[in-house]
């Protein structure tokens, strides 16, 4: 089974408006869209389209919520001009933990028949419960895979629609990093960067994972409460989600597709 789990750090450091840093463990799974059913079947503690401690929703991502999630994204690496027939897509994400979960960004990478990164998709989420894709290919060939995207998806209400995103992604045997960097103009504002080693997917590792970190996605959705919270004191502008979503559709850049409602996100 080639699906694993992930286990690091996510870093975020903010140089403007205020000047922050934070630093959190984390882990991941990182799924095999082929393998969902092995998955399922593997583990006592993860539940594929049925209740367990772990589950995986299908229409837990993409914009429209997806029913049958690897045919969704093959059908979308189509649209956006690839032939993706014999591609390996591998989703970098966190399930639900009792029925609840928040990803604030899950990475889809996707590789051809040879093994290269070709193509990885970025779907973010915001706590308006709205979703985008960036969908990214690599500038240049190499051993890292660097590609760039206009910023037009609200996240953060302490930066403004005017940035662009630099990020790399460095997938080898040992673990997997990703930074993602938000400058405005030449100016930095925002460096991310998740750095995450491998660990096999098994019944004890998912065990050692839920008691090592509990409730993650739980801590997730408090914790960016806690830090808007800091920032907010510390002086930082606030940039309200309307008047940011009108900037963007007036750039010309679409709008974010709402999911159903906040209860889906709570109901196993």
Request: proline share 6%; glycine share 6%; hydrophobic share 40%.
């Amino acid at each position: 089974m080639r699906s694993h789990l992930l286990e690091g750090k996510v870093r975020h450091r903010r140089a403007r408006p205020v000047e922050y840093a934070l630093e959190h463990d984390v882990y991941y799974f990182a799924l095999d869209l082929s393998e969902l059913d092995e998955v399922d079947r593997s583990l006592r503690l993860v539940g594929w389209k049925r209740r367990n401690v772990l589950q995986f929703r299908d229409d837990d991502h993409w914009p429209v919520p997806a029913s049958d999630l690897r045919a969704t994204v093959l059908q979308h690496l189509r649209a956006e001009g690839e032939d993706p027939s014999g591609w390996r897509i591998t989703l970098v994400t966190n399930l639900r933990i009792l029925g609840y979960v928040f990803n604030p960004a899950s990475f889809y990478l996707c590789r051809d028949a040879e093994g290269e990164l070709r193509v990885v998709v970025i779907e973010v989420h915001n706590t308006h419960l709205e979703r985008h894709l960036y969908t990214l290919r690599p500038q240049a060939a190499g051993p890292r895979f660097v590609a760039s995207m206009q910023k037009d998806f609200y996240v953060s209400p302490f930066i403004d629609m005017d940035g662009r995103y630099t990020v790399h992604v460095a997938d080898g045997p040992a673990g997997l990093r990703i930074a993602i960097n938000e400058r405005q103009g030449d100016v930095p504002v925002l460096s991310t960067s998740l750095v995450l080693t491998r660990r096999p997917l098994t019944d004890r590792a998912v065990l050692r994972m839920l008691v090592s970190h509990p409730l993650m996605t739980h801590r997730t959705i408090a914790l960016i409460h806690v830090h808007a919270w800091r920032l907010w004191r510390r002086g930082a502008r606030f940039q309200r989600h309307g008047a940011a979503v009108a900037t963007a559709q007036a750039r010309g850049t679409g709008s974010p597709q709402p999911h159903a409602s906040a209860a889906r996100q709570m109901v196993p």
